[in-house]
């Protein structure tokens, strides 16, 4: 009986870290959101490097057009680069600055930082 416990809570725990992997390994690549609306025509792309441990960083580079009278006008371009942290235990990614929570749905190729889903196009 003991070792039946034993097995069952290695079994458990070996699970477990595997799922915390597999969220961590899938986080660095690029994510891509495009950006469609009577305003603005764009795409927002997440670059995400594994920095050490737990760190990560995050190049953000926005390129759209906004619309104006039915005109789209000259390209604008931002960029800006985050430092992020995983969380181990709600396997997210939490930057740093801001306080933005990005979580992972590795199933579906998705990043999502609240409302906005942001699609891994490659590692």
């Known amino acids: ?55 990560f960083s995050i190049t953000r580079v926005s390129e759209f057009n906004r619309i104006r009278e039915g005109k789209l006008m000259p390209v604008v371009r931002k960029s800006e680069i985050w430092t992020a942290v995983y969380n181990k235990d709600e396997q997210v990614l939490q930057e740093t600055k801001k306080g933005k929570v990005l979580s992972f749905l590795p199933k579906q190729k998705l990043l999502l930082v ?10």
């Open 1 to 55: 009986m003991k070792r039946l416990l034993a097995v069952c809570t290695l079994v458990v725990l070996s699970c477990n870290g595997t799922k915390d992997d597999n969220i961590k390994s899938f986080i660095p690549g690029t994510y891509v959101k495009h950006i469609t609306n009577e305003f603005n025509k764009g795409i927002d792309t997440l670059y995400i490097r594994h920095m050490s441990d737990n760190t």
């Open 114 to 123: 609240g409302s906005s889903e942001y699609k891994k196009i490659n590692n």
